[in-house]
């Protein structure tokens, strides 16, 4: 009782949590954006060419390799400034509004609020996810275009901006409010289906772990382990949802009938998800598969270790006097 009562003493508020985890999930996202440039890249090439079109790259490495020499360490961190933004954002949101989000779940159903139930933490995952997601979408659209341009080897159409605010602002005149929120239901869909695997694969492998006295809670090994758990289960949910999210958000825009512009490839997710099967089967949907695990295995791996540290820290900062008050 003791315990419990100290745990529900030392807890952290949703804002704090936001913060947190958006400090989290841009230390992570420092060391994974080289490999998220190498995805985007292998993602577009051969879009919807029978038989996977001109291959520029070979393979996920082939593209940092490439990439380096003809565009530097500035080629590898295309795209960095919005990716720390819309980091804040998703993260903070996905890991701040988490356990909110499931404790009302449970509270819902009957259950108590801090229950570890499997449906409510997906549910809980899915939905912080989509709301981080809508949050982020325009952040998420110039940087998969910034990552995707190459004034060397080209591949699918190219978005050349100066910077972020450039490309907000070009975005915004020539399309309006609108292009800024092209590819949300994209968005959502992937964000949703990686969120919703994320944090409960990563909680149920850390109970898992200490419950069984294989790693001793609030360990970094234990931290490690779990997270690289997660990275794996979100990659397999994830990744052709990725792959439209990529396609949707760099395709180039053609005026409608309807005098508005609108996708010149896909008309949405599901749409841009068929025309792939048809064109270049499953394969298509996992290219850049292995660069993705790149990416994703160490940021998921930085961003849940880093969450976890941080807020002990900050709780260790925040509550320290409770602790030697009451000892």
Not at 4 to 19: D, I, L, P, R, Y
Not at 37 to 57: C, I, N
Not at 248 to 260: E, I, L, S
């Amino acid at each position: 009782m003791a315990s419990t009562s100290k745990a529900q003493a030392q807890s952290v508020s949703t804002g704090e949590g936001f913060v947190c985890g958006g400090i989290a999930a841009s230390i992570a996202v420092t060391v994974s954006n080289p490999a998220e440039v190498s995805k985007t890249r292998l993602q577009l090439q051969g879009e919807l060419a029978k038989h996977g079109g001109v291959r520029v790259y070979s393979s996920s490495l082939d593209v940092l390799k490439k990439t380096f020499r003809n565009e530097g360490i500035r080629g590898l961190q295309r795209g960095l400034g919005p990716a720390y933004a819309y980091q804040i954002l998703l993260n903070g949101s996905r890991l701040g509004f988490y356990d909110p989000i499931r404790h009302g779940f449970n509270s819902m159903l009957g259950w108590s609020p801090t229950s570890q139930n499997m449906l409510t933490s997906v549910l809980a995952g899915a939905t912080s996810g989509a709301v981080g997601a809508s949050l982020g979408n325009p952040l998420f659209l110039i940087k998969a275009r910034m990552q995707a341009y190459s004034p060397a080897l080209p591949i699918g159409t190219q978005h050349h901006y100066k910077s972020a605010f450039d490309a907000l602002s070009t975005i915004f005149r020539e399309e309006g409010a609108r292009g800024l929120i092209r590819g949300v239901d994209a968005a959502i869909l992937r964000t949703a289906m990686g969120s919703s695997v994320q944090l409960p694969s990563y909680n149920l492998t850390k109970r898992t772990l200490v419950e069984n006295g294989i790693l001793p809670d609030n360990s970094t090994w234990t931290f490690l382990a779990s997270s690289s758990v997660s990275g794996a289960c979100v990659l397999v949910v994830m990744q052709p949802a990725d792959t439209a999210l990529t396609r949707v958000y760099n395709q180039a825009t053609v005026v409608g009938p309807d005098g508005k512009l609108h996708g010149a490839l896909y008309k949405n997710p599901i749409d841009c998800l068929w025309k792939t099967f048809k064109a270049e089967g499953i394969r298509g949907w996992y290219k850049g598969s292995t660069a993705h695990f790149m990416r994703i295995a160490p940021h998921t791996i930085i961003t849940l270790t880093m969450n976890d540290v941080i807020l002990k820290m900050y709780k260790e900062a925040k509550y320290g006097h409770l602790d030697r008050e009451h000892p």
